[in-house]
């Protein structure tokens, strides 16, 4: 079975950074898109960003555009997301969800459990 | 949101259910749509994938379908376990992103 593990949440002051790691496993983690959605509390689902299979092409959410950065490590089996500016508005759970297939456009068949971000000073 | 979804839906045990979800040309017009279910303090799962296909092990009871800008997720034969928050999402070829529905929490009553 498919496993995503996040780590890298806290509680951190407006306008600092942080960065999100997802560990991937038992899949061939270099074929599939992969994502970062989240979700405020008591809220819905918004998505953030998305990373082809081999990195080449990255797509954002206009709410995060130029804040933050999607990247991966295909020799690591990780992908990440690093988060600089953050605002009271970033505060989330986070999580990390695979693509179905190669390209940005994938759906996300399979979801991480998040890891929680706060933004408070 | 971007696509549209009712903010809840009730019904009882045994009873058949619909969640609907509005888009409009950009995303559901031109592209498939999913749906997922979140069970309290528990990750999304993926339901239905392009627009009307069951995920493996998904009940048949659950069922999906879209039409023009709308789709909609049916549940019939109602259990107090499908009590949960339902999404849908596309792609949207305007945004070059993923759109999500504000969500439906069904509650089984």
């Known amino acids: 079975q498919v496993q995503l593990v996040e780590s890298g949440g806290g509680v951190v002051q407006p306008g600092r950074s942080l960065r999100l790691s997802c560990a991937a496993s038992r899949f061939i983690f270099s074929t599939n898109a992969m994502n970062w959605v989240r979700q405020a509390p008591g809220e819905g689902l918004e998505w953030v960003a998305v990373i082809s299979k081999d990195g080449s092409n990255t797509y954002y959410a206009d709410s995060v555009k130029g804040r933050f950065t999607i990247s991966r490590d295909n020799s690591k089996n990780t992908l990440y997301l690093q988060m600089n500016g953050l605002r009271a508005e970033d505060t989330a759970m986070y999580y990390c969800?695979?693509?179905?297939?190669?390209?940005?456009?994938?759906?996300?068949?399979?979801w991480g459990q998040g890891t929680l971000v706060t933004v408070s000073s | 949101s971007v696509l549209t979804q009712s903010p809840s839906a009730s019904a009882t045990p045994g009873q058949r259910v619909t969640i609907s979800c509005s888009g409009s040309s950009s995303n559901i017009g031109t592209n498939y749509v999913f749906w997922y279910q979140q069970l309290p303090g528990a990750a999304p799962k993926l339901l239905i994938y392009n627009s009307d296909r069951r995920r493996s092990g998904v009940p048949d009871r659950f069922s999906g379908s879209k039409s023009g800008t709308s789709a909609s997720l049916a549940i019939s034969g109602l259990r107090s376990e499908d009590g949960a928050d339902y999404y849908c999402a596309a792609w949207d070829d305007s945004l070059s992103g993923w759109v999500f529905g504000g969500g439906t929490k069904l509650t089984v009553l």
């Open positions: 969800a695979r693509g179905a297939h190669g390209n940005s456009a994938a759906y996300f068949d399979y």
